[in-house]
């Protein structure tokens, strides 16, 4: 079975990451072949066809940090401009994955 994984970071070492890298050694040990859409890579954990870098899901991407400034620390009295920045950001990873990856 193919399964996609999303993640804002692989190969480091916080729990997240961490925990994820053993998920994909169980699940390819099974037989499963493993994608990854990424913001950011620290190292290879499958092989790089199948592995996608997208900097919008990087916790350091410009976009990123101006989503959680709106949503935990500077909230905005009308949510509007957050949540249209959040659909297109949806809608550019939904177009990432079902373009082929």
Same mark, same amino acid.
């Given at each position: /079975? ?9 190969? #480091?070492? #916080?729990?997240?990451?961490?925990? =994820?890298?053993?998920? *994909? =050694?169980? &699940? ?15 190292? #290879? ?16 991407? !410009? ?11 500077? !909230? !905005?009295?009308? !949510?509007?401009?957050? /949540?249209?920045? &959040?659909?297109? =950001? ?6 990432? *994955?079902?373009?082929?990856?």
């Amino acid at each position: /079975m193919n399964i996609g994984i999303i993640i804002g970071r692989i190969g #480091d070492v #916080d729990g997240v990451a961490l925990e =994820t890298e053993k998920w *994909i =050694t169980v &699940l390819q040990k099974m037989g499963h072949k493993i994608f990854i859409l990424s913001g950011r890579f620290k190292r #290879d954990i499958v092989a790089p066809k199948q592995q996608k870098l997208l900097r919008c899901l990087s916790f350091f991407s !410009p976009e990123c940090e101006w989503e959680q400034n709106r949503a935990f620390f500077f !909230p !905005p009295d009308d !949510p509007d401009e957050l /949540m249209a920045h &959040l659909e297109a =950001t949806s809608t550019r990873v939904a177009t990432t *994955i079902f373009n082929g990856y």
